[in-house]
């Protein structure tokens, strides 16, 4: 039982992993899609810029050390520490309920930095995904392939 448990924890911390370095890419494409002067571009005067969504005027630079500093973090935890209680604003938690916490809330905030990249290029954005009316031609393409496990 323990060998099993050691398994999914492995599973989780490789498997994270992977998710944080999937929204640091689509990041990535969106900043390569828009000037350094229109990370300061707002939809409105509610909204956040880029640049304050990412909290810095240097933005590439600081994207960079957040996301090392996360990924070296990641990679130094074996399964043990996954149950162990962190603290986060006097709460409570276990390694896997902060790590999740924290993907989702960059995952929300890439999404934001995207939309505004993608407002921004309008007609010359290059889709992150599967661009607007392909979904039944990406579709019939993944389906004419065998069922796989995907291991990233």
Not at 5 to 33: M, P, S, V, W
Not at 44 to 51: F, G, K
Not at 61 to 69: C, M, R, S, T, V
Not at 142 to 152: A, H, I, T, V, Y
């Amino acid at each position: 039982m323990k060998k099993m448990q050691e398994d999914i924890d492995h599973n989780y911390l490789h498997n994270i992993t992977e998710l944080f370095l999937h929204y640091k890419r689509l990041g990535d494409k969106a900043f390569a899609q828009i000037s350094d002067s229109e990370i300061h571009w707002r939809p409105d005067d509610e909204s956040n810029s880029i640049a304050v969504l990412v909290k810095h005027m240097r933005m590439l630079l600081i994207w960079e050390k957040g996301w090392n500093f996360l990924f070296s973090a990641l990679g130094r935890l074996k399964p043990d520490d996954l149950q162990k209680i962190v603290y986060i604003r006097n709460e409570g938690h276990t390694v896997v309920e902060a790590i999740n916490r924290h993907l989702t809330h960059c995952a929300q905030h890439v999404g934001q930095i995207i939309y505004i990249a993608k407002c921004l290029r309008a007609k010359s954005w290059e889709s992150l995904s599967i661009p607007k009316g392909k979904s039944e031609e990406f579709n019939k393409k993944k389906f004419s392939r065998p069922k796989r496990r995907n291991s990233s």
